[in-house]
């Protein structure tokens, strides 16, 4: 079978290897569909912290069972799945207490170990998670950054009847914002400094989209949701500005999370923080539970995936899709492989 390889940044090779054989435990998994991530950009850019060459990437994905190996009950051949990339210790504290997306010997799939971008992927069966028949290869590869998504929002715990203000509309950031309506928010608001993206945000019918390039965000806090301002802002851009836009603007005693990754130590005005004992808040990946709302979210038609979907490229291109991304950066939302092709 064919394999991709990133043997250094900006370079990628493939290699034929033999189909791996699942063990006790294991499903193989045809792939069928990965999408690229801002992470996988940063690992293309030799620029991502915890990663090194060479790595066969791929984490969100999408696929069929072609093989069940010894023990596997519940999945059957050809059934649609998607793959959970946390590779776990089991044993730590987190891991003991249900939140293995915190565990201390976190490893994630195209990043400190082996990825799914082959033609088949050997996995152990616990990291299966189920799709719907109906469900596209092309969702199902992006039910990964959705879990992120619903993760973040859920952290601020019921969002239901609650203001929602999203500091980013990239892929992330606009999945946030439609997962926030999805589960009942009163009013979502997104920002950016693209008005690409904020056009993709508002046909995907989020309620308020904001340039802040053009406007200030204290004051469109205020036109958008009155003096009260909004219940959670959530920071899916990741930088200083935009963190601290966020601690300036919120309202006394209200709630922020930070979602996206930082890329370098951030300044941030904690002094501000504290005077309005604001609670600043963080997400890490996902968890099982996570996937399953996803799912339910986008079966109901509270969210949309496949308008986000920028462009597709055969597996053989992989590297041509890097370089499309970084020659569309700001129209680019979710670009796609397709394995098979």
Do not use: W
């Amino acid at each position: 079978m064919l394999q991709q390889i990133m043997t250094a940044p900006k370079q990628i090779e493939f290699r034929e290897v033999p189909v791996p054989q699942p063990g006790p435990g294991q499903v193989l998994v045809k792939i069928m569909e990965i999408g690229v991530c801002g992470s996988d950009i940063h690992v293309y850019h030799g620029t991502h912290p915890f990663t090194s060459y060479p790595i066969t990437q791929g984490h969100e994905v999408s696929g069929v069972v072609a093989q069940l190996g010894p023990g596997v009950e519940g999945l059957a051949l050809g059934q649609k799945v998607t793959i959970q990339p946390q590779v776990v210790c089991g044993q730590c504290y987190p891991c003991r207490h249900g939140k293995y997306n915190l565990c201390e010997a976190l490893k994630v799939m195209g990043f400190q170990t082996t990825g799914t971008a082959s033609e088949y992927f050997a996995v152990d069966a616990a990291k299966i998670t189920p799709l719907p028949e109906e469900m596209s290869f092309e969702e199902g590869a992006m039910i990964e950054p959705l879990a992120v998504a619903v993760h973040a929002v859920r952290r601020a715990g019921d969002v239901a009847g609650r203001d929602i203000c999203v500091l980013g509309a990239g892929p992330i950031g606009n999945l946030v914002a439609q997962t926030a309506k999805g589960l009942g928010a009163r009013k979502v608001m997104i920002t950016d400094i693209s008005d690409i993206r904020l056009e993709k945000a508002r046909a995907l019918g989020i309620d308020a989209c904001v340039n802040t390039r053009a406007q200030d965000l204290g004051e469109a806090l205020t036109a958008c949701f009155g003096p009260d301002k909004c219940d959670v802002i959530y920071d899916c851009a990741g930088n200083d500005t935009t963190i601290n836009q966020a601690i300036r603007c919120a309202r006394k005693g209200s709630t922020i999370i930070l979602v996206a990754v930082f890329g370098a130590m951030a300044q941030v005005d904690l002094a501000v923080l504290n005077d309005h004992e604001l609670d600043l808040n963080t997400s890490m990946m996902y968890r099982s539970e996570d996937y399953a709302e996803a799912i339910r979210l986008v079966q109901a038609g509270r969210v949309r995936l496949t308008p986000l979907i920028s462009n597709r490229f055969p597996f053989r291109e992989y590297l041509a899709a890097y370089e499309y991304i970084d020659d569309h950066r700001e129209s680019t939302m979710k670009v796609l492989i397709d394995v098979q092709k």
